[in-house]
């Protein structure tokens, strides 16, 4: 009886190309641009339909630091982005009713008839994708793209 143990057999995971890695960022950004552009039909980008997903999934008027928290992004940003929905009547500042310094956004009517609207738009964009991805194994690429994040 022979006592050596047969190596055991470990997968080797396939090297990344630079071609896989650069096709990745090109995907990524050509899916950013693409939204954008698809929420700039409605007079909308990113952050702004984002923060108004935000306040109307709440549905009460949110502090800005609420807002940033949610937004994962520094207050700062958060003021500006406010400034710009305020601007185009997306939303209003309004006192906060527990501390006078703060202030809290709430989404006015035109805001939840735009995000609507821009709701609308992503869900036309992705069932563009869906066609595109038409005979794709939606579980593998699920996978595949979550254990690049």
């Not at 008027?61 to 937004?71: G, T, V, Y």
């Not at 809290?104 to 805001?111: D, H, N, Y």
């Not at 609507?116 to 595109?132: D, F, I, Y």
């Amino acid at each position: 009886m022979n006592n050596i143990a047969a190596p055991i057999e470990t997968e080797v995971p396939a090297p990344c190309t630079d071609h896989v890695m650069f096709l990745l960022i090109q995907v990524g950004n050509a899916m950013a641009q693409r939204l954008e552009q698809t929420l700039g039909v409605v007079g909308l980008s990113g952050p702004k339909f984002g923060a108004l997903s935000h306040l109307v999934q709440v549905g009460q008027p949110l502090s800005l630091s609420e807002c940033a928290a949610r937004m994962t992004c520094v207050r700062s940003n958060i003021t500006q982005l406010m400034d710009r929905l305020e601007a185009d009547g997306l939303v209003r500042r309004v006192e906060d009713p527990n501390d006078r310094r703060a202030v809290r956004a709430v989404v006015t009517p035109l805001g939840r008839e735009r995000h609507a609207a821009g709701v609308k738009q992503v869900e036309t964009m992705k069932q563009e994708l869906a066609k595109t991805l038409a005979g794709v194994d939606q579980g593998v690429l699920e996978r595949v793209l979550s254990a690049i994040r």
